[in-house]
């Protein structure tokens, strides 16, 4: 077919990647279990007195007896346990669903992210972003927007507007004026707390969010960095 092995007679103009090129591309579980280790804490749980943090590895690998820290608040833990559906394992890597019993219970909650050593994370309450406008109406700057990036919710006090695109003709539109449905932006979103992110290149999980207004989502966007202020790693 047109465009997948050879790019399409029918469009010239066009210079990118075929389909096949592009699915080439894609990395694998298993390049993700090669990276720093990276588990978004979905729930905490209790069991015979036991706590257990359960989630998913978003990458590299976790075992028995490692040291960890949680991210935004840097509390030093070890591995006690892992286990995968009540079962005890020694180890465990990216793309599995696990439990994680630490040596010190109550030390992190749903929204907290355990890493090791020499992960991309960093935690801002403040994070560059493009965003993708598709709510209903223009954004205002004072509507409530609350940022939903992986298991993180935190309210938005302010979206500061740096640029603006209309993605069907790819004009370059003012900036200060108000963010319409379509229109893509590079944005600063400050929020009220600080959140756990990393650049989308460096890992999809906790660099991809959704934006909600009245309870619905308005905007996807894509973390490109962080602020001035209120950031460590």
Not at 23 to 50: I, N
Not at 55 to 63: D, F, L, S
Not at 168 to 179: F, I, M, R, V, Y
Request: some cysteine; aromatic content about 6%; proline content about 5%.
């Amino acid at each position: 077919g047109s465009g997948i092995r050879q790019r399409p007679v029918e469009a010239p103009w066009y210079a990118g990647p075929t389909l096949l090129e592009v699915l080439d591309r894609f990395s694998s579980r298993g390049d993700e279990a090669d990276g720093s280790f990276v588990f978004p804490v979905q729930d905490v749980y209790e069991r015979k007195g036991t706590e257990i943090l359960v989630g998913t590895v978003a990458t590299g690998r976790v075992g028995q007896g490692d040291e960890l820290h949680t991210l935004p608040g840097d509390e030093r833990l070890f591995v006690a346990r892992i286990e995968v559906f009540n079962e005890d394992r020694t180890r465990a890597s990216a793309g599995e669903s696990i439990g994680l019993v630490l040596d010190r219970p109550g030390k992190a909650r749903r929204g907290d992210v355990l890493v090791s050593d020499g992960s991309p994370a960093f935690c801002s309450d403040r994070l560059r972003a493009s965003v993708f406008w598709i709510g209903p109406g223009q954004l205002r700057p004072s509507a409530p927007l609350v940022l939903r990036c992986s298991t993180q919710t935190a309210a938005v006090t302010e979206m500061i507007v740096e640029s603006r695109v209309d993605s069907s003709t790819l004009e370059e539109l003012d900036p200060a004026g108000a963010l319409c449905p379509t229109e893509v932006a590079d944005v600063e979103v400050r929020t009220v707390h600080r959140c756990v992110a990393t650049c989308f290149s460096d890992l999809a999980e906790l660099g991809r969010f959704v934006l909600e207004q009245d309870g619905a989502v308005a905007a996807g966007g894509v973390v490109t960095g962080s602020g001035a202020r209120g950031t460590s790693g």
